[in-house]
């Protein structure tokens, strides 16, 4: 594991919809990261998955990936909290973000798939809408689309494996009024 200096970026929370979000960060340079932990979580491991590969405490994970291409290349950086607070964090590009995904798939981790399908799918739709000429997709758009499928890819027993609050903050999503407030999903609400 690489380990640089201290880098200022900045932060921001990075939105996929309503309860699947991750912390990213924009390097001087126009870079984007993902820190370490937030990786390994919306991956569905553990907070120090990543870390304990790149350190030595799991060697295979390490070198499995290698093998799809991970760059090992960590970066620290300093960031402002939501609350105004400094602090710092060792992130990863996105390119070696796309390598734990792969792994992560390989390795049939239903939040991977579930976050790969919906890459793919919002892909294939962009490239699609361009060849026949339509306008893309707005971002709330794009986030309706990433959330349906995400949606599609769980299992009812994946959704009893995450945490409580994240399924309420999803069960929360609806676009059409007789779907607002949870209603598409009633039996969520008695899980708490």
Partial sequence: ?????LIRSER?????????IVD???????????????????????ERWLRDALTGETPRTAKA?????????????????????EYADQTI???DFNCCI???VQSKKKAAIALQKSFTK???NDFFRDAFGEPPLSIEEKRRLFYEAYA????????????????????????????QNGLWNESVRYLL
């Fill in 1 to 5: 594991m690489e380990e640089n200096q």
């Fill in 12 to 20: 921001a929370t990075v939105k996929f919809f309503d309860g699947l």
């Fill in 24 to 46: 990213g960060y924009r390097m001087p340079n126009g870079q984007f990261r993902i820190g370490l932990s937030g990786a390994s979580r919306i991956l569905g491991y553990n």
């Fill in 65 to 85: 990936l290698q093998g799809l291409g991970f760059s090992e290349n960590i970066q620290k950086v300093l960031a402002q909290s939501t609350q105004g607070n």
């Fill in 93 to 95: 590009d996105l390119d």
């Fill in 102 to 104: 792969i792994y992560a």
């Fill in 122 to 124: 919002m892909a294939l």
């Fill in 152 to 179: 599609a890819s769980i299992s009812p027993q994946d959704w009893r494996d995450m945490d409580k609050e994240d399924i309420v903050r999803l069960a929360l999503m609806g676009d059409e009024p007789h779907l």
